[in-house]
């Protein structure tokens, strides 16, 4: 399915019926690595699983800022009408839920991120030093913003107001401290560390995360 935002056409896959559920995927990437979650959390949920601008099937683009991916899924829930949908969001999808978390108070009712950063030092130095090799190698601009962005400061996470959850994995490239920052920041937030996990091992393709979000969003 497409929804025309502004000037450009967001893919998604909707399954189920309840509460609307938005879920983002990370850098690279596309809907289809929550493939492992959408038929049960559509059982509890309206899941609408989107593909970002420049990924899957939405409308491709030459430049990248994680402000206009936030823009994309406000102006997807506002076209569709979707009454303050959850969101979950992996990676870069956690940090453009973040954004709308702070930006619009009244616009979602709770979120959870697995691996999210606020700043680009959240991620472990030789992650940093991987991305800015693939940049020079590349020249790719997606690389670019996760070497420039996002920045979203301390005060912006003290003033989101609805229930997060913040997780990663032991292993994760998101620095530990990082991590525990983001959810010691935000007024009513938890914290879940998955040992032995990585960025992406208990989330691209894989079951874990439904029961962990349709726990966390029915409690």
Known sequence: MKQQVGA???CYEKKGEGQPLILIHGNGEDHTIFDAIMEPL???FTVYALDSRGHGDSTPV???????MAEDVRGFIKALGLERPAVYGFSDGGIIGLMLAYKYPELLSALVVSGANT???????????????????TGKDSIKMMLEQPNISKADLAS???PVLVTAGSDDMIEDDHTRYIADSIPDSSLEI??????ESYVEHHPKMAAVIRDFLLK
């Open 194 to 199: 998955y040992e032995g996990e990585t960025h």
């Open 62 to 68: 030459d430049t990248f800022d994680y402000s206009e």
């Open 42 to 44: 559509s059982a509890d």
């Open 8 to 10: 450009i056409e967001l």
């Open 160 to 162: 989101i107001r609805i």
């Open 119 to 137: 700043t680009p030092d959240g991620l472990k130095e030789i992650w940093l030093d991987k991305f800015r090799r693939a940049y020079e190698r």
